[in-house]
Nanobody
């Protein structure tokens, strides 16, 4: 049974920082990509950042230069350092792990709230 456990969310003032963590357990076949998506009320779920096994990261344009994704392959853990947070970053953030296969899999965390407000 694969489980993704997210932590680090919460309430922060504009300009502040948060660090999200997501630990994957129950993984048998190695993960290709680990990442973070977010979904604001009334909006679709969008990619924030993803990172490959080799450390190559991809970011949404709106977070480039402010967010940094990293991962610990030995621990199957992905992190998202979020700096210079803005109110528009407010959303539920979801961890994702993906393997192209075989076998192919795509798992999601339960989501964690990030609120940026004064």
């Amino acid at each position: 049974q694969v489980q993704l456990v997210e932590s680090g969310g919460g309430l922060v003032q504009p300009g502040g920082s948060l660090r999200l963590s997501c630990a994957a357990s129950g993984i048998i076949f190695s993960i290709d990509s680990m990442g973070w998506y977010r979904q604001a009320p009334g909006k679709q779920r969008d990619l924030v950042a993803s990172i490959t096994t080799r450390g190559s990261a991809n970011y949404a344009g709106s977070v480039k230069g402010r967010f940094t994704a990293s991962r610990d392959n030995a621990k199957n853990t992905v992190y998202l350092q979020m700096n210079s947070l803005k109110p528009e970053d407010t959303a539920v953030y979801y961890c994702n792990v993906f393997r192209a296969g075989p076998p192919r899999y795509n798992y999601w965390g339960q989501g964690i709230q990030v609120t940026v407000s004064s």
